[in-house]
T-cell receptor
Framework: ELKVEQNPLFLSMQEGKNYTIYCNYS?????LYWYRQDPGKSLESLFVLLSNGAVKQEGRLMASLDTKARLSTLHITAAVHDLSATYFCAGNAGGTSYGKLTFGQGTILTVHP | GAGVSQSPSNKVTEKGKDVELRCDPISGHTALYWYRQSLGQGLEFLIY????????KSGLPSDRFSAERTGGSVSTLTIQRTQQEDSAVYLC?????????FGQGTRLTVV
């Protein structure tokens, strides 16, 4: 059974600083996903990582995947207030059921001046 | 429509009543998923439909929960004899390939 753990669960950052959210998973996962959720809103897809060594970047966020270490990271560069949200990583056990995901607990990110 | 549409957005029901939650996936998406999000349990997979195949019901928490998908499009999640622990946000997602897109969810409150 796939288990996904994120850390930290709470992250308070100053604007302009860098930080990394870690996502560990327990068994083979063909794909790793990162989602963002604003309060009272749904999940917004950020990144889909499909293979070992995959790195994707969008604005101040960069995600990477190391399947050997069973680890994905979400790196935040020069944080701004707009990045305040909850970030989830999720693994997928494979096959064609792409949306059958096991989610981590979520990391609540607060960026303050 | 442009995205996954769920209705109602909020539902308050009395304990013991049945509720139906609706999901209208993105047009052309062959796969549809239901998830539940609650403070205590986080995001949990409930059920998955893929085309005409038998659904994967492995995440349904009890036999009070059921879902159907008619004509390969709209899906309805039914909870019978609701309990207070069923209070949560129920999220629907659909996909065509590797990426799943989520609807806004239905917030269910059982009083």
């Amino acid at each position: 059974e796939l288990k996904v753990e994120q850390n930290p669960l709470f992250l308070s950052m100053q604007e302009g600083k860098n930080y990394t959210i870690y996502c560990n998973y327990s068994t083979t996962s063909d794909r790793l996903y990162w989602y963002r959720q604003d309060p009272g809103k749904s999940l917004e897809s950020l990144f889909v990582l499909l293979s070992n060594g995959a790195v994707k970047q969008e604005g101040r966020l960069m995600a990477s995947l190391d399947t050997k270490a069973r680890l994905s990271t979400l790196h935040i560069t020069a944080a701004v207030h707009d990045l305040s949200a909850t970030y989830f990583c999720a693994g997928n056990a494979g096959g064609t059921s792409y949306g059958k995901l096991t989610f981590g607990q979520g990391t609540i990110l607060t960026v303050h001046p | 429509g442009a995205g996954v549409s769920q209705s109602p957005s909020n539902k308050v029901t009395e304990k013991g009543k049945d509720v139906e939650l609706r999901c209208d996936p993105i047009s052309g998406h062959t796969a549809l998923y239901w998830y539940r999000q609650s403070l205590g349990q986080g995001l949990e997979f409930l059920i998955y439909f893929q085309g005409n195949s038998a659904p994967d019901k492995s995440g349904l928490p009890s036999d009070r929960f059921s879902a159907e998908r008619t004509g390969g499009s709209v899906s309805t999640l039914t909870i019978q004899r609701t309990q207070q622990e069923d209070s949560a946000v129920y999220l629907c997602a659909s996909s065509f390939s590797v990426e799943a897109f989520f609807g806004q969810g239905t917030r269910l409150t059982v009083v």
